[in-house]
């Protein structure tokens, strides 16, 4: 990532750690990660934010953010998501709240404390490579299948980690997902279809 955008993010993650609120950062940033690298002008991140952390999340990252306390305790108790504007750099970051599911749980408790690049130091949970699969697809699916940067990103994920991802896992969840068909396709255009396993 740009520098400016790593540092914007890492100040979103810091106030998450140092209020206890399990995060991962998902979307492109995370297929980047695993994937190959896409410039993208927002950074996406599930958190697990409650309606009793807003006035403290939105103090925290006053006034270098726009943050509204109402908008984040709204999203927490709907379980919706909210954004976060930083003031200087006008990036943007999307906060989806934790989703109460199996497959939100799984996500969380599968999350990888990482470094932004090879020779970072500086480091924050990102979604598994299989996790960043699985979500890519269901917004490639909800989009109507016509993304070609959604499909580029799964695509290019699938490719780079190759035998180091757990298939068994991926087909599981894509198949509780409603998403055999896709990965299946994109599986067969990365070169993976024949692989049964994973760890």
């Known amino acids: 990532m740009a520098q400016e955008q790593t540092e ?10 140092q209020l206890g609120i399990p995060y991962f950062i998902c979307g492109s940033i995370a297929s980047s990660a695993h994937g190959f690298y896409r410039a993208t002008a927002d950074a996406d991140l599930v958190a697990d934010v409650q309606p009793h952390h807003a006035t403290l999340l939105a103090a925290m990252l006053q006034p270098a953010f ?12 709907t379980r919706g998501s909210f954004n976060l504007i930083h003031n200087e750099s006008l990036l943007k970051v999307d906060v989806f709240t934790l989703k ?3 497959f939100g ?8 404390l990482s470094g932004f690049d090879p020779t970072s130091t500086l480091t ?6 299989e996790d960043t699969v699985l979500a890519k697809l269901d917004w490639y699916r909800q989009g109507g299948g016509v993304s070609d940067r959604q499909w580029s990103d799964v695509l290019g994920v ?11 896992y991926l087909r599981e969840w894509a198949a509780e ?3 055999s068909d896709l990965l299946e396709r994109a599986l067969e ?3 993976l279809r024949a692989s049964s396993g994973g760890s």
């Not at 749980?105 to 990888?112: G, I, L, P, V």
């Not at 699938?158 to 068994?168: I, S």
């Open 66 to 77: 726009y943050a509204d306390e109402q908008m984040i305790r709204q999203a927490a108790r």
């Open 124 to 129: 924050a949970y990102l979604a598994s490579p």
């Open 8 to 17: 914007v993010l890492l100040q979103v993650t810091r106030a998450l750690d």
């Open 105 to 112: 749980r799984s996500e969380m408790s599968r999350r990888q």
């Open 100 to 102: 109460p599911t199996q």
């Open 177 to 179: 997902l409603g998403l």
């Open 189 to 191: 255009h990365a070169g």
């Open 158 to 168: 699938l490719k780079v980690q190759g035998d180091l991802l757990d298939t068994a």
